[in-house]
């Protein structure tokens, strides 16, 4: 009896959490785990280009011209630490084969540059500055190399493999090892000047190379579709939506193998849903539009809003950032650069440093075992090795959090726990407005980060519901945050013919905004608005919201240009009616601008010709090293203010009557710049060039103006 009865008083062992989920398909390993924690690091591009005003070098290039008259490695690092990135990237080598380091493998290297009196070295120099600041080191290395007289040979792979053992061994610990897909053509190798093509999939023997990189810095991540991380197929730093960790890469038709630019690209941007490899997407992308610095790119620098929307967009789909910030002639990051990154900074420590839903309650639809351990305070504790998870079976589950009083809010984070894998499917999220719930966001896969940013909402409590698993989920975080109000304008077109009223709006909803026409910054000091503006001269408006003790970092900025009747252009008369369509001519060449096309068209007929009936790159004769020529007539409805938005990849410009409208030269990924001009109805003279070196190619003209929303210019539009 007495044994009895102490074995009932004895108090009741948990028995402990149960076992956790299985993992669900491929998962990461623990190199790509340590990649995921970074999520947003810098790109450095820096080398002659930098001096020759270039964005791929020959191969020719003196040394001599790399002279940085100011460098400072500890300028950059500390720019990019102050940005929040975690992490420098630097090419060490770009195509043109010039190291900046002094490299037992070649005299083309920053030994033989006036560079501290031909004894410094670059690499050590960023490497240190790195780890001086708490950023990583990472090293870009170029496989094709236009200037060793035995590349496309197996002797200069041994050549490759002994610089990357270089940059491996002598600098220390280094995150990630960069290989580029750009591969053969033609270039200046050793005085030969002469083009020479690799297989791409064999040539370099990459299996053997990878292990090396293994062998010497083993916690590294590779990117390029032979490693662990892949391109995100666009250099604009937008990830696909959904786009998946897991992914099946596949090599493009006539490519033998799956390695460094020989992959469908355009795959990389979503992934693979079930992929066959856990192979996260990284999302490249520069602050200006070449990837080296030029100083005729000091006005063209992103802006604080575009950085920030380009985080979402990278960061905020799972993605990691690689933001490109290239060092002027000075060896710096220049102060519109840097101007720009602290801004971006501002805004999201404004938005994520305190969670709206901080010290919310936490509820949950089920719980694995009905263990703490797994409950759903865990998405709230700031500990990505914690999670919420359900029973196994279960597909379909629900999160709440509850902060007790309605609130502001603007975006929602949302992590899966990663080392099980990327489990959910699709999710949905609602907001509780006092009397119901009512949807305002869904998508597909949240993975390593999914980001919802979107109108503001309103309300007390905000619920996930996860509709579809393809295994029990794990969620790791799950936070509701407040970006600073903006100010959006509305009525007036950005060109005027004669007068317009804008009207000024904060989200959230009445946020009082402060505002300027003469293109100063606003402050509190400044107009307050509170009618309609009516606008009868070209000016500048910048407006901003009121914030915390002071403006919002977010500031609109709005240029408005007045034309008059008697700017508008004067078509030109024609005998006969035109024929539908434009005359296009290909020519052939080293492209790396469109600076020698005159010189091409005078040199002889073109490659080919014919007539398109639409503005594009279907009639090029190749896909690398070409341009394309249209010429013709652009037909113009109505009177107005006409603008041309023209995308391209890579150079192209835009000439309306002989005026270039918009000049979008040189090597760059699929970007777009603006041009307007004031047009009579009727025919004008257009002429569009495009150009393409290697890599993704695209070519676009879109119009907008009097009655017409932006689209591409129709076809009954062009004649010839």
Sequence with gaps: MLATFLLLASPVQDPGPPPPPAPFGAVPDARQLAWHELEFYGFLHFSVNTFTDREWGYGDEDPAVFAPTDFDADQIAAVAAAAGMRGLILTCKHHDGFCLWPSATTEHDVAASPFRGGRGDVVREVADACRRHGLRFGVYLSPWDRNHPDYGRPEYVAVYRRQLRELLTHYGPVFEVWWDGANGGDGFYGGARETRWIDRGSYYGWEETTRLVRELQPEAVIFSDAGDIRWVGNERG?????????????????????????????????????????MPAEADVSIRPGWFHHPSQDGQVKSPAELVDLYYRSVGRGAALLLNIPPDRRGRIPEPDAASLRGMRTILDATFRTAVSAGATASASEVRGGHPAYGPARVQDGDRATFWTTEDGTTSAGLVLDWGEPRWFDVVSI?????????????????????????FARGRAIGPRRLWRGPFQRGSRVRLRLEDAAACPAISEFSVHAEPPRVTATGAPPAILGAAVVELRSDPPGTPVHYTLDGSPPTLQSPRYAAPLELDRSCTLRAAAEFAAGLSPFELVREYEVWTEDSLLAPVASLVEPRPGLVWRAFLGG?????????????????????????????????????????????????GIYTFHLTSDDGSRLRLHDRLVIDHDGLHGMTTKSGRVAL?????????????ATGGLGLRLEWEGPGLARGELPAAALAH
Excluded: K, M
């Design 238 to 278: 937008i990830a696909g939506d959904p786009c998946w960790a897991t992914y099946t890469p596949r090599p493009r038709p006539g490519e033998s193998a799956v390695g460094p630019g020989t992959t469908r690209a355009e795959e990389g941007t979503s992934g693979t849903r079930f992929g066959a490899r856990w």
């Design 415 to 439: 992590r899966e726990y990663l080392p099980l894998g990327q489990r959910v499917d699709r999710w949905a999220l609602d907001v509780w407005d006092g009397t119901s719930w009512r949807e």
């Design 591 to 639: 492209w790396q601008s469109l600076d020698r096309l005159a010189e091409a068209e005078a040199a002889g007929p073109p490659a080919a010709t014919g007539v398109a009936a639409r503005i594009d790159l279907s009639p090029r004769p190749r896909d690398e090293h070409f341009a394309l020529v249209f010429t013709g007539f652009l037909r113009i409805p109505a009177d």
């Design 680 to 692: 009579r109805a009727g025919l004008h003279p257009l002429r569009v060039e495009a150009f393409n």
